[in-house]
């Protein structure tokens, strides 16, 4: 056989043998590691100097990195739609900005999930961490009526409440910064129910990784295939660790938080280690979007990318992305695009799962991870964070070219050298638009002369014009509005709100 077909196509066959047995036996499970505002440049295998982080390395090292892998929107809550539906977040309704304690809005109910996809299966599923696809009346938009079994954590990001107070680490360092006020005191929920207003930060990652490992331990025992949902607050502002991360880092506040999160990667290891899951467990690592530059070196690092957070170019939305399965994917390094639009088609190929009947922007890739193959993507979008139907697309990449069509800065990425990243870069439209090639200049600092370019200018412009035919904007649910009578209290009947909500 080996002197027929050769050795490419003899492990090739093999490793379809391999997934077709696994498959018969068990159902693989999901372990879905979703940093927050952490940069391209952030982490120890992307090339940072002083990250300390063991357990993410070893899954670099153990697993498949990949080299452009892109959220799809620069800012928290359209990320989050995206990931979990498998579709761009101006289809949900999912913009505007991000989602706020007393939205009125949130992910739509008829939007199917990653969970829900897999629930019919009977996969046990769980979230655990940073919600902030929608609280609304009654929870109307909770983990729990969005397919997830059980959810442990704040439903929104741990900034948009008062912190000045708060003590973020040990013995007794306060939180840097003031967050927002005049709104309630961040909650942490189990399932429906407030447990702690405010929460806790030197004890909630404790917390986060006691309900993980526990999820993961009794979905073993109960034999049932699981998919866990980790969106950590990690490392955005502000920073915070217990006594396990607080000071062990070389990198300040920045990085114990990492390190915080990197330490729950390793429980959750062990645990998938000690059950005797690991070799039937995808875990998939990613972070929702870039750096927030104005926090400076409490902001984190996009590397050689260019800006952060809240802008369409590369360091907004090029994230680091790590593949681990033991048995199953070889370690190694992929330059196939790929997003987190993928992730809902793939678990569901994986799982044997069927797909919904909706528009789907993501695509299966399997092939990429179980044998390093092409990716079935051939273009990324790029919506600025407030996306509206007058100006569309702000950039798009077909194969190793950007195009950027509009291009501005925003006020996450300020306090930077680069000029073109701070709020002060005004909206430019760029006609004809700005192209660059991502593999020479990834950096984007050296615009393409388009005189020999002409071919490529109108496939681009073909595929925008393709694409944005197909895009029907969902209603804005962000644009609904706020009631502060939606904010989480603790204790629904007290009053002066919102100081009043302790527990």
């Known amino acids: 056989l080996w002197d027929l077909f050769g050795m490419d196509h003899i492990s090739l066959f093999c490793l379809n043998i391999c997934l077709f047995c696994a498959s018969s036996a068990s159902p693989p ?137 708060l003590t973020c680490f040990p013995p007794d360092v306060k939180c840097f910064g003031t967050c927002d006020v005049d709104t309630v005191m961040v909650p942490l929920m189990y399932n429906e129910v407030i447990k702690q207003q405010p929460v806790n930060f030197l004890k909630l990652e404790e917390a986060y990784s006691h309900f993980a490992t526990n999820f993961i331990s009794t979905s073993v025992k109960k034999k049932q295939p699981f998919f866990l949902y980790y969106p950590s607050h990690h ?62 070196s409490r902001g984190g690092n996009a590397g050689c990318l260019k800006c952060g957070k809240g802008t369409t170019y590369e360091g907004g939305m090029r994230e680091p992305a790590i593949a681990y399965w033991p048995g199953t994917i070889r370690p190694g390094v992929t330059h196939e695009m790929a997003s987190t639009l993928d992730i809902l088609p793939t678990f569901a190929s994986l799982a044997g799962a069927k797909l919904p009947q909706v528009m789907l922007d993501g695509v299966d890739m399997t092939d990429i991870l179980v044998r390093q193959g092409k990716s079935k993507r051939e273009t990324m979008m790029f919506y600025p964070e407030d996306p509206s139907e007058k100006y569309g697309l702000f950039a798009l990449r077909l194969g190793k070219y950007k195009a950027h069509f509009y291009t501005q800065g925003s006020t996450h990425s300020g306090l930077t050298p680069d000029h073109d990243c701070t709020v002060f870069a005004a909206l430019k439209p760029h006609d004809p638009p700005l192209i660059f090639d991502l593999e020479a200049d990834p950096s984007e600092n050296y615009p393409l002369p388009l005189d020999d370019l002409q071919a490529l200018l109108v496939n681009i412009k073909k595929v925008k014009e393709q694409f944005e035919a197909s895009m029907v904007f969902g209603e804005s649910q962000i644009s609904k509005g706020s009631d502060p009578n939606l904010e989480p209290c603790c204790d629904p009947q007290c009053a002066p709100k919102p100081t009043c909500c302790l527990c």
């Open 29 to 165: 499970n999901f372990v879905f590691l979703f940093a927050d505002d952490l940069g391209f440049g952030d982490l120890g295998c992307y090339g940072h100097p002083s990250t300390l982080t063991p357990n993410l390395d070893r899954l670099a090292a153990g697993g498949l990195r990949f080299t452009d892998f892109y959220c799809t929107s620069p800012v928290c809550s359209p990320s989050r739609a995206s990931l979990l539906t498998g579709r761009y977040q101006t289809r949900s309704g999912i913009y505007p900005g991000v989602l706020y304690p007393g939205s009125i809005g949130g992910l739509p109910l008829n939007e199917t999930t990653i969970a829900e996809v897999l629930k019919p299966l009977g996969y046990a599923t769980a979230a655990v961490g940073k919600w902030h696809l929608g609280l609304g009346a009654n929870g109307t938009f909770l983990p729990t009526k969005q397919g997830f079994d059980q959810y442990l954590g704040i439903p929104y990001s741990h900034d948009q409440g008062p912190c000045q107070n």
């Open 235 to 296: 490392t955005h502002y502000p920073q915070y660790a217990g006594s396990g991360a607080a000071g062990r880092s070389l990198r300040g506040p920045f990085g114990d938080a990492l390190l915080e999160f990197d330490n729950t990667i390793g429980n959750l290891l062990t645990t998938l280690e000690n059950t005797g899951v690991i070799n039937n467990t995808l875990v998939f690592f990613t972070s929702d979007n870039g750096p927030e530059l104005m926090r400076m």
